[in-house]
């Protein structure tokens, strides 16, 4: 062996050894290392663990306390109730146990318990917030099955959205655009609220914050900061399963600035009436002086203790009367020729359509049968079972359903696509349909047949000036351009086009010398 041969092997030996001596205390670094990691997870582990079981008991106590003082009150006689707690205080203690064998994190270990007191709080009345404190719901999901919009209406505004969202949206959710879809039901253990269903609106029960909504691919505007929602003239009305997608808010501080700004506009008003009037006409974008003296006489006769509710009610059902006759609001000249001022302060339609015309007081004349009848030929075939696109149809038995169920049917017929909704003898849409029942006072429990029918036809004739009409205070012309406004059938005019040519959907087909001579000789005959 060769110097050179000794001394290479020398070195090769060396830096073998060397390799072996660092690869030895890195894999001790390692193992320490890793140690040190096992360490600090079990640490995290006891520390995540405690923290749990500190959360269990906060949010066990707290559910329990609240629970206990509920089975104080009415609660006390409701076995099923009562069971529920149990459940809850087991679920408790089985979870305590669990957190105490595991020792380590499993927060996630409450998910099953909050899950189960999610889905049963609305049957009984309470709110359960991540805390654990309990809150009790002014209304139970077996008394939401009966309770009527004005007992809505009673409610803070911040209350209410929760009662008519599938999901039971909290508003504050919505307010601070945590949630921008809504699902709406008025359907509570299997039954459908008809009077909720009817009569609530989005204005009512979404927070000021929301301005501008979809639904079912068309953007509504809000009417100032309280009012409905409105595309063009429209209305967004709000059924069972409706769904709307908040597009646009406004913060608090928006609107903390315009009432700022609304309250010194009310502050020299002394009437206190008179100033909350004009104060609910400033949120809602409404001339104040359209409807000031019709509310307040009308508001001077309702209980003190009623009035809030009644205010937001009547300015709800102008804003009907604004979406189902396509008002233009802004536009007082046309409101209040519509509405027939008298010159006294009484807007008459309004009164007629919210004061509850008695429809069993409509006496049907043979000449309105008559002109009925001869509207009907050109909008139905006379058929009351008629529906748009199917005017001989008989297998839906319309006169066999009530009007709750002819409105849902409607609903329905539209969301599958239909253009529109009409139905019956007299192609009722299901707007001018609802406006009938609020104005007549009518149950949507009664049937829609044959009589119904009749009446709700006449109502809409006396709607269009029938009485004026015939007593000669109102033209032929005009009285036919009434209703032609109605009934899309009749010619707005000599020149025989439909006041709505040109929708698409509508075209006058009644001859106009038909309907002109037929309102001549009716006319003539008183």
Same mark, same amino acid.
């Given at each position: 062996?060769?110097?050179?041969?000794?001394?290479?092997?020398?070195?090769?030996?060396?830096?073998?050894?060397?390799?072996?001596?660092?690869?030895?205390?890195?894999?001790?670094?390692?193992?320490?290392?890793?140690?040190?990691?096992?360490?600090?997870?079990?640490?995290?582990? *006891?520390?995540?663990?405690?923290?749990?079981?500190?959360?269990?008991?906060?949010?066990?106590?707290?559910?329990?306390?609240?629970?206990?003082? *509920?089975?104080?009150?009415?609660?006390?006689?409701?076995?099923?109730?009562?069971?529920?707690?149990?459940?809850?205080?087991?679920?408790?203690?089985?979870?305590?146990?669990?957190?105490?064998?595991?020792?380590?994190?499993?927060?996630?270990?409450? =998910?099953?318990?909050?899950?189960?007191?999610?889905?049963?709080?609305?049957?009984?009345?309470?709110?359960?917030?991540?805390?654990?404190?309990?809150?009790?719901? +002014?209304?139970?999901?077996?008394?939401?099955?009966?309770? &009527?919009?004005? +007992?809505? %209406?009673?409610?803070?505004? &911040?209350?209410?959205?929760?009662?008519?969202?599938?999901?039971?949206?909290?508003?504050?959710?919505?307010?601070?655009?945590?949630?921008?879809?809504?699902?709406?039901?008025?359907?509570?253990?299997?039954?459908?609220?008809?009077?909720?269903?009817?009569?609530?609106?989005?204005?009512?029960?979404?927070?000021?914050?929301?301005?501008?909504?979809?639904?079912?691919?068309?953007?509504?505007?809000?009417?100032?900061?309280?009012?409905?929602?409105?595309?063009?003239?429209?209305? %967004?009305?709000?059924?069972?399963?409706?769904?709307? &997608? *908040?597009?646009?808010?406004?913060?608090?501080?928006?609107?903390?600035?315009?009432?700022?700004?609304?309250?010194?506009?009310?502050?020299?008003?002394?009437?206190?009436?008179?100033?909350?009037?004009?104060?609910?006409?400033?949120?809602?974008?409404?001339?104040?002086?359209?409807?000031?003296?019709?509310?307040?006489?009308?508001?001077?006769?309702?209980?003190?203790?009623?009035?809030?509710?009644?205010?937001? +009610?009547?300015?709800?059902?102008?804003?009907?009367?604004?979406?189902?006759?396509?008002? +233009?609001?802004?536009?007082?000249?046309?409101?209040?020729?519509?509405?027939?001022?008298?010159?006294?302060?009484?807007?008459?339609?309004?009164?007629?359509?919210?004061?509850?015309?008695?429809?069993?007081?409509?006496?049907?004349?043979?000449?309105?049968?008559?002109?009925?009848?001869?509207?009907?030929?050109?909008?139905?075939?006379?058929?009351?079972?008629?529906? !748009?696109?199917?005017?001989?149809?008989?297998? *839906?038995?319309?006169?066999?359903?009530?009007?709750?169920?002819?409105?849902?049917?409607?609903?329905?017929?539209?969301?599958?696509? =239909?253009?529109?909704?009409?139905?019956?003898? !007299?192609?009722?849409?299901?707007?001018? %349909?609802?406006?009938?029942?609020?104005?007549?006072?009518?149950? %949507?429990?009664?049937?829609?047949?044959?009589?119904?029918?009749?009446?709700?036809?006449?109502?809409?004739?006396?709607?269009?000036?029938?009485?004026?009409?015939?007593?000669?205070?109102?033209?032929?012309?005009?009285?036919?351009?009434?209703?032609?406004?109605?009934?899309?059938?009749?010619?707005?005019?000599?020149?025989?086009?439909?006041?709505?040519?040109?929708?698409?959907?509508?075209?006058?087909?009644?001859?106009?010398?038909?309907? !002109?001579?037929?309102?001549?000789?009716?006319?003539?005959?008183?």
């Amino acid at each position: 062996m060769n110097i050179f041969t000794f001394l290479k092997k020398i070195f090769f030996s060396n830096l073998i050894l060397n390799f072996q001596e660092v690869q030895g205390r890195n894999n001790e670094n390692l193992s320490q290392k890793e140690n040190k990691e096992q360490q600090t997870q079990e640490e995290k582990q *006891i520390e995540n663990n405690k923290a749990g079981m500190k959360y269990l008991s906060s949010y066990g106590n707290n559910l329990m306390k609240g629970l206990e003082n *509920i089975s104080k009150t009415e609660k006390a006689d409701d076995p099923e109730f009562q069971a529920f707690v149990k459940q809850v205080k087991e679920k408790i203690s089985r979870l305590g146990k669990e957190f105490q064998e595991l020792k380590q994190e499993n927060i996630d270990i409450l =998910s099953g318990l909050k899950t189960f007191v999610e889905e049963n709080e609305t049957n009984f009345g309470i709110e359960v917030d991540n805390a654990g404190n309990v809150e009790k719901l +002014d209304f139970s999901e077996e008394e939401l099955e009966n309770i &009527e919009n004005k +007992d809505i %209406l009673s409610l803070p505004k &911040e209350k209410r959205l929760q009662y008519v969202t599938k999901q039971k949206i909290d508003s504050d959710r919505v307010s601070s655009g945590e949630i921008k879809n809504l699902d709406f039901t008025f359907t509570f253990n299997g039954k459908l609220n008809n009077e909720l269903y009817f009569k609530t609106t989005a204005g009512q029960v979404l927070p000021d914050e929301v301005g501008v909504v979809i639904s079912n691919g068309v953007e509504y505007k809000r009417s100032g900061i309280s009012g409905e929602f409105f595309s063009g003239n429209n209305r %967004l009305t709000i059924r069972e399963g409706t769904n709307i &997608e *908040i597009t646009e808010l406004r913060t608090k501080e928006e609107l903390e600035q315009i009432l700022q700004g609304f309250d010194s506009q009310v502050g020299n008003i002394k009437n206190d009436i008179q100033r909350k009037i004009t104060l609910g006409a400033l949120k809602r974008n409404i001339d104040s002086n359209i409807v000031l003296e019709t509310f307040s006489k009308i508001l001077e006769k309702t209980p003190e203790n009623e009035r809030k509710y009644k205010i937001e +009610d009547l300015f709800t059902q102008f804003e009907r009367i604004i979406g189902s006759y396509d008002l +233009d609001k802004n536009n007082p000249e046309e409101v209040k020729k519509y509405l027939e001022n008298d010159g006294n302060g009484n807007l008459k339609s309004f009164n007629q359509f919210v004061g509850k015309i008695d429809i069993n007081n409509l006496q049907l004349r043979e000449g309105d049968k008559g002109l009925l009848d001869l509207i009907s030929v050109f909008e139905s075939g006379g058929n009351y079972n008629s529906l !748009y696109g199917k005017g001989s149809q008989t297998k *839906i038995k319309f006169t066999d359903m009530t009007i709750s169920q002819v409105l849902q049917f409607q609903d329905s017929y539209v969301a599958k696509g =239909s253009a529109s909704s009409a139905v019956g003898k !007299y192609q009722f849409i299901r707007k001018t %349909l609802r406006a009938c029942v609020q104005a007549t006072g009518i149950s %949507l429990d009664t049937k829609f047949n044959e009589e119904t029918q009749d009446k709700l036809g006449l109502y809409l004739l006396k709607l269009r000036g029938l009485d004026k009409f015939k007593s000669g205070q109102m033209s032929v012309e005009q009285f036919q351009l009434n209703l032609s406004k109605e009934w899309a059938s009749i010619p707005k005019d000599s020149g025989g086009k439909s006041f709505y040519a040109g929708d698409g959907l509508n075209a006058a087909h009644l001859p106009h010398k038909k309907i !002109y001579s037929y309102l001549q000789n009716m006319r003539k005959n008183g």
